[in-house]
């Protein structure tokens, strides 16, 4: 599976939109996007993925380059609650039970601010 | 979105003891199903991935006989850790993958060895 890099940690204040970037520049045309969140002490809830085109939901828009070497997960009105660790994981879909792996790095820790 | 439930969520033994945590879909069946593991301030490492009704796949550095992994049927998975040491204390999270591709993850379980 292609890495990723996220900024270590980013602010955003209340009611703002957060956008938060990760690189994947290894990626290759199977693979998606996934984005994972984990508040402390809980397990990782999903957020969104994509492949190429943007995609949204309840949650969050995924903005992808047309080169697909990044992307950009926007929290279009941050609250206390969104306050945690943020995970971009590329993982190739090829379908059946051999799929890829879902493998954390580091992350990016994005605090919300009143 | 589904619902991953994991069983203790908090446990205490002492040093020499195994213990069993247990992980369940509990609204899909899962064919696959994994288990990381979380030391402070660090992100998830994958340890294994189960699919059911057959043998765990490790991951590399990560002990089969001390790390025992049993699925046995499309909504159970159980991690049993052997003769635990202070060393295994960590935050266990498993995680079950729908036939749909997405993978959802339990709450979590604190391990603590005395």
């Known amino acids: 599976d292609a890495k990723t890099t996220q900024p270590p940690s980013m602010d955003c204040a209340e009611g703002r939109a957060a956008n938060l970037p990760c690189n994947h520049s290894t990626i290759s045309g199977n693979e998606y996007v996934y984005w994972y969140r984990q508040i402390h002490s809980q397990g990782p809830q999903y957020i969104i993925h994509?492949?190429?085109n943007n995609e949204t939901n309840e949650m969050a828009s995924l903005i992808i380059t047309e080169d697909r070497k990044s992307s950009t997960l926007i929290l279009p009105h941050a609250t206390l609650r969104d306050t945690a660790v943020y995970y971009c994981?590329?993982?190739?879909?090829?379908?059946?039970?051999?799929?890829?792996?879902?493998?954390f790095g580091q992350g990016t820790i994005l605090t919300v601010h009143p | 979105g589904a619902v991953v439930s994991q069983h203790p969520s908090r446990v205490i033994c002492k040093s020499g003891t195994s213990v069993k945590i247990e992980c369940r879909s509990l609204?899909?069946?899962?064919?696959?199903m994994f288990w990381y593991r979380q030391f402070p301030k660090q992100s998830l490492m994958l340890m294994a991935t189960?699919?059911?009704?057959?043998?765990?796949?490790?991951e590399q550095g990560v002990e089969k006989d001390k790390f025992l992994i049993n699925h046995a049927s499309l909504t159970l998975s159980t991690l049993t850790v052997t003769s635990a040491h202070p060393e295994d204390s960590s935050f266990y999270i498993c995680s079950a993958r729908t036939s749909g591709r997405h993978q959802f993850f339990g709450p979590g379980t604190r391990l603590t060895v005395l």
């Open positions: 994981i590329v993982r190739g879909d090829a379908g059946g039970t051999s799929y890829g792996k879902l493998t």
């Open positions: 189960s699919n059911e009704g057959s043998k765990a796949t490790y």
């Open positions: 994509g492949l190429k």
């Open positions: 609204d899909f069946q899962a064919t696959t």
